[in-house]
């Protein structure tokens, strides 16, 4: 399956109190499999509505949206369910972990779903294991950091299987330390060939990445290398 995702023309468009608000207007955007993408813009661009498109979670009112050979925009229902499943891992600014659950069972719980019963807790394990969690599994999410949560829960993304992870600020609740391991685990995970789009609003987080699209109104306003070069995590400042 390829992992590339291809919008042309999307807009999402809101009716609001007999007016029209976009949240996205008329934007074209290709990412490559395996790419590294940062998204960058200030609260209310569009960023979260772009993340939520590519992952099926909304849908456009305008426009083509391809994701992981899946013409998103034409299909039914019921593929739409299994798009979800088995495309588009999604990692969010409050981590969204199931709080009885330990972080084994929060990943091993998502791995089920997923359709992968057989070695779910083994999968889980080693997933855990690969984001630096290996003494922590047994640990309930209220016993771990805003930023072993975080890692849980991009465990969680993993551990599916799903080839697109998207982020929606991810680093937001966490300190300037903490924020630097979880974006290192998403970097080392498009390395391992995931495609990765991660949101931010802070211009030095998007520093770590090849490409950088910014979101200004709801249009794409910028699509290249960071302003003033790419930064490796270990050198941010914000
Ligand atoms: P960001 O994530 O960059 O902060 P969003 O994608 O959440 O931005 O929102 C983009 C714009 O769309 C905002 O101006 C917001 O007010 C508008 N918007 C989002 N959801 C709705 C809605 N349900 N009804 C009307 N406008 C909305
Ligand atoms: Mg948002």
């Known amino acids: 399956m390829t992992s590339a995702i291809s919008l ?3 807009s999402r468009r809101y009716d609001v109190g007999g007016g029209e608000v976009y949240a996205l207007r008329n934007v074209d955007l290709q990412i ?5 993408v940062v998204v960058l813009g200030p609260s209310g ?3 979260t509505t772009l993340l939520n498109i590519i992952g099926a979670l909304d849908t456009a009112t305008d426009g083509t949206v391809e994701v992981g050979g899946h013409l998103v925009t034409a299909e039914h229902r019921r593929d739409l369910f299994r798009f979800r499943r088995d495309t588009v891992s999604f ?3 409050s981590f969204n972990l199931f709080p009885t659950l330990t972080a084994l069972e929060n990943v091993q719980c998502a791995v089920e ?3 992968r019963a057989r070695g779910a807790k083994e999968k889980a394990a080693a997933v855990l294991a690969e984001v630096g969690l290996a003494d922590r599994v047994h640990h309930y999410p209220t016993e771990l950091s805003g930023g072993e949560q975080q890692r849980v829960a991009i465990a969680r993304a993993l551990a599916t299987g799903n080839p697109i992870v998207v982020a929606d600020e991810p680093t937001g609740d966490l300190d300037f330390h903490t924020g630097v391991q979880v974006l290192e685990v998403l970097q080392r995970q498009a390395d391992a ?5 991660v949101v931010t609003h802070n211009r030095e987080i998007s520093r770590i990445a090849d490409r950088v699209i910014e979101l200004s109104g709801g249009n794409v306003v910028r699509d ?3 302003v003033g070069g790419k930064s490796a ?3 941010l400042h914000w």
Not at 193 to 197: L, S
Request: charged share 20%; hydrophobic share 40%; glycine share 22%.
């Open 8 to 10: 042309r023309g999307v």
């Open 32 to 36: 490559d499999a395996g790419e590294f």
């Open 45 to 47: 661009s569009g960023k």
């Open 91 to 93: 990692v969010f600014q």
């Open 113 to 115: 779903i997923a359709g």
């Open 193 to 197: 060939g995931h495609t990765v789009v």
């Open 224 to 226: 290249g290398p960071p």
């Open 233 to 235: 995590v270990a050198d």
